[in-house]
């Protein structure tokens, strides 16, 4: 599975088109990531302020995490381009799995999301799990468990980029 995401890879990035766009998509999301990750650090506030408090730690993961979401997109891209469609239940399944990493690496997203539960209902504070002191206990786990999301969504992409290789290779490379 994983042994497919190079071939992929050098497939849909041989276009020097696809290789600029990745990379400009991944230096977006880098500095997306890097504005966020460090929220737990100036209590919420998302945006330049957050740099600052940017550790070499934080930066490698949102390093890691814009490259392995632009070679998703990239991949994603040529599979549609050439034939692969989309498939109702798996579009949907993959949506909400990408929307998974993204809840559990910014914290400041779900102390938001409980706030808003609260001040709709404020017994449901009362009866609430301590889930940001969970977060931020397990914080490392949980962007293992984001970056492990992003290379099975990364795989099954080239998977399906290699599928519309092989299905239709007269087609030319655009």
């Known amino acids: 599975m994983i042994a497919s995401i190079p071939r992929a890879l050098a497939l849909v990035l041989a276009d020097r088109r696809a290789a600029f766009a990745a990379a400009l998509?991944?230096?977006?999301?880098?500095?997306?990531?890097?504005?966020?990750?460090?929220?737990?650090?100036?209590?919420?506030?998302?945006?330049l302020v957050s740099l600052r408090y940017l550790t070499w730690g934080e930066a490698a993961l949102a390093a890691i995490m814009a490259v392995l979401l632009a070679l998703t997109v990239m991949l994603g891209l040529y599979g549609l381009r050439h034939g692969a469609g989309l498939r109702p239940a798996g579009s949907l399944i993959g949506a909400l799995l990408a929307t998974v990493p993204s809840l559990l690496c910014c914290s400041p997203l779900l102390p938001?999301?409980?706030?808003?539960?609260?001040?709709?209902?404020?017994?449901?504070?009362?009866?609430?799990?301590?889930?940001?002191?969970?977060?931020?206990t397990h914080e490392g786990a949980l962007y293992a468990v984001a970056i492990a999301l992003m290379v099975w969504g990364l795989a099954a992409n080239a998977r399906r980029a290699l599928y519309c290789r092989c299905r239709a290779p007269d087609r030319a490379v655009s």
């Open 25 to 47: 998509l991944a230096l977006i999301l880098f500095g997306l990531y890097a504005t966020v990750l460090p929220a737990s650090m100036t209590g919420g506030a998302v945006g």
């Open 112 to 136: 938001l999301a409980i706030a808003m539960i609260a001040g709709i209902a404020p017994a449901a504070a009362r009866f609430g799990l301590p889930l940001q002191g969970f977060i931020a």
